[in-house]
Structure formats: C-alpha cells, structure tokens
C-alpha cells in the first residue's frame, strides 16, 4: 500500500531531517488542515519518536480517516528505503 507521509514535527525539526517525499504539517496545525489531510489518504504519520504521530493518528482515525502510526521519522526512513 502507498501511504501518503505526514510528518507532525515542528518546521524547524523537519528541515533538520525528514523522509524524502513526506509532507511538514506541524501537529498544532492538524486538525485546521484536515481537509488537506482527507484528500491525502491513506496517511502514515511520524514524529520523532511516535507520540505526536500517534496523538495524529489517533485524532483522525476518529474521523474516519485511514491512517496509522509509523513511529519515529527514522524508522519510516528505514521502512520506505528498505
């Protein structure tokens, strides 16, 4: 499965490293970008380490929006190159 990559870190942590292809839309402004978000399904969100990606993760899936929780940046990278 193709899943769209969001990435919920802060601008300033993204450019400091992030998974070729994924898109930067801070957690803080998740829930104001959900259209944007819908239209991208499925999503596989990453963080740092998993917990904004799975406070995302678990936000929008009570939405009804297919997405889950990838975890932390480094280990997406890893799954998407390997």
Known sequence: ??????????????????VAGSVNI????????????RGMQPVLF???????SGQATQYFKSKGIDCENGGGWMEVNARVNA
């Open 1 to 18: 499965m193709e899943y769209t990559i969001v990435d919920v870190r802060t601008r300033a942590e993204y450019a400091g490293g992030n």
């Open 26 to 37: 801070p957690l803080n402004e998740i829930a104001d970008r959900e259209d944007e978000i």
């Open 46 to 52: 990453c963080c740092l380490s998993g917990g904004r």
